[in-house]
């Protein structure tokens, strides 16, 4: 099975619209819907609970103990699956 990424949007009736070009050979497909999550700023529902700065994390390893409460925070507009896709394009040299 082969994957692709693309970027699409759902209309107003429900319907899943692929906006940009496709080099696909014709057949049936998988898709998997990935909906991107709203920022706080962007979010019209007031939050209720405030969040702690910096949590808690524990490890079981002594040799991390102190890992977790020196490590720099990270960036609000970081993307976890965007730095997947880096490491696996540098690996596999895609």
Known sequence: MQAYKLKGKVD???NLVITEPVQI?????EVIVLQAVETAAN???PETESQP?????KSRVKAFEG???NAPPVPP???PDQ???EALKEKHNL
């Open 12 to 14: 107003t009736a429900g």
């Open 83 to 85: 730095a997947r896709w």
């Open 77 to 79: 507009d970081f993307d």
């Open 53 to 57: 700065e910096t949590p808690k994390r």
């Open 43 to 45: 979010s019209t529902v």
């Open 67 to 69: 890992l977790f409460e």
């Open 25 to 29: 050979p014709a057949g049936d497909v």
